[in-house]
């Protein structure tokens, strides 16, 4: 049987890092990129004798995420000590969520070929990161940085509800988005912040018995969640038709390779030996706090995006790109309270203002110039008083400075002629010059219309106004 005989049944567990700027149970600092083991203290550290203390903005961001992601809130939730020895777990027991979670039972859509589709959130709950194991530093040696131990993390668990490799990276974008809207994540990959776990099985089509499900690690990309999990599929069809049966495990995506291969066998919860942690109390929420968070919750992607469309007339492609980041959707709604025409600012936005965004690698927070100093430039290309090619030029230098339009546009003597004499004196010394281009043009050959356009933009320096010179054109050729 190939693969297309098989159906994938994926779920996914995603580790995302919280944006708190101290740890979960400790003082330290998160931030990323310090020098090995400087953000560390006894707590962290997994000292004799130290107490934890809950960070309380690590309950908000999980209240929050849960109010988004459609999950219950539970007023009563337990701590757990989640047993495993490793170098980089100094206490050897990571304290997390077991028996109940802080959120369960949520949803979230996604967009497929056939239309859109609910994904189940089994539950979500909150945990401490463990450190970080540098092995191979030189001379062999495996090191330990312990700056991350104690950072808190989000795990959110969906259901196997996902059923090919497409659908699992639409689910981590719009997660990852998600995430990032509520600013409870930063939703960077490649620092580790958001990180996804991928439990894969097949099962023939048409059962509905799921079969062994492997779950693969190391994967810090999109890029890499998909090929990671079709190789998976790929091999466990394999093994199957080869008369094998799929072990239960956890393999590692191996990047360079573009194969997973194992890692150690899955570990069961009874492995784990959980127990309710002794040092920390049931956690208790009230109602009142939970609908606190709820009313002070953003606007969500896809809600905008559906608003974008409908209030704006926006192109669904067009509002996707504008609400993939809350500051972009808030800088274009502040500039079109001040421009009508919302297709022409998306345009500009899409195409101009994205590009000199990634060249310069300035986050859209920090543009320098306001809505309304782009309200009037583009007013200036719509008054013909600036060319569309112009304008370009002028929202570069309004980018590098903050200057104003019109400020620019005088200094650099950028402003388009719209003075019908003068253009036509442009008009009829380029005509008189090329009496046998007007022979080839009154003969049938219109395209040489577009020669003439050229010859005047070029006399003119590219400031003549182009429908007047389109007009003079076709006034003085006949047409």
């Not at 809600?303 to 492609?317: A, D, E, I, T």
């Not at 502040?334 to 919302?342: K, L, M, S, T, V």
């Amino acid at each position: 049987m190939p693969v297309s005989d098989f159906q994938p049944v994926i779920g996914l567990e995603v580790h995302a890092q919280l944006l708190t700027k101290s740890k979960i149970f400790c003082g330290c600092s998160t931030a990323f990129g310090a020098e090995p083991n400087r953000n560390t203290c006894p707590v962290c550290l997994g000292m004799p004798g130290v107490l934890p203390v809950l960070n309380a903005r690590v309950v908000e961001f999980a209240i929050r995420t849960g109010l988004a992601l459609e999950c219950v809130v539970n007023s009563k939730s337990v701590w757990s000590r989640k047993n495993y020895f490793y170098p980089d777990l100094p206490k050897g027991y990571q304290i997390t969520q077991f028996d109940l979670p802080v959120c369960e039972h949520g949803r979230l859509v996604i967009d497929t070929p056939s239309g859109e589709k609910v994904i189940r959130v089994r539950r979500i709950h909150m945990e401490e990161d463990a450190g970080k194991s540098v092995h191979d530093a030189g001379g062999g040696q495996s090191l330990v940085d312990l700056n991350r131990a104690g950072v808190p993390l989000l795990e959110i668990v969906s259901e196997p509800d996902l059923r090919d490799a497409d659908e699992a990276v639409e689910y981590l974008k719009a997660l990852r988005d998600i995430l990032v809207y509520l600013g409870v994540n930063d939703g960077n990959l490649e620092e580790g912040s958001f990180r996804c776990d991928a439990n894969v099985s097949v099962m023939p089509k048409g059962s509905e018995t799921y079969g062994q499900r492997c779950e693969l690690k190391n994967i810090n990309s999109f890029r890499f969640v998909k090929q990671a999990i079709e190789y998976e599929i790929s091999r466990q069809v394999d093994v199957i038709e080869s008369g094998g049966k799929v072990s239960q495990e956890t393999r590692l995506w191996d990047v360079n390779k573009g194969v997973t291969r194992s890692m150690r066998s899955k570990e069961e919860a009874h492995d784990y030996r959980y127990f309710p942690e002794p040092d920390l109390p049931p956690l208790l929420i009230a109602k009142e706090h939970i609908e606190a968070v709820r009313h002070e919750l953003p606007e969500l992607p896809r809600p905008k995006l559906q608003r974008f469309v409908s209030q704006y007339g926006l192109p669904p492609y067009d509002a996707r790109i504008l609400t993939s980041e809350r500051p972009l959707a808030d800088f274009f709604e502040a500039c079109a309270q001040r421009y009508p025409d919302a297709k022409k600012l998306s345009n500009w936005f899409l195409g101009e203002l994205l590009r000199l965004l990634k060249e310069s690698g300035t986050p859209v927070s920090e543009v320098r110039f306001t809505p309304a100093q782009l309200a009037e430039l583009l007013g200036l290309v719509d008054q013909g008083t600036v060319s569309a090619n112009a304008g370009k030029d002028v929202l570069a230098e309004m980018f590098r400075t903050g200057r104003a339009a019109a400020d620019i546009v005088a200094e650099k003597g950028l402003a388009q002629v719209s003075d019908t004499g003068a253009i036509e004196a442009v008009v009829d010394d380029i005509l008189a010059k090329n009496a046998g281009e007007i022979e080839k043009y009154r003969a049938g050959k219109k395209q040489v219309f577009g020669f003439f356009v050229g010859q005047v933009m070029r006399a003119m320096k590219g400031k003549g106004n182009p429908a007047l010179v389109n007009e003079l054109l076709k006034k003085k050729l006949g047409d």
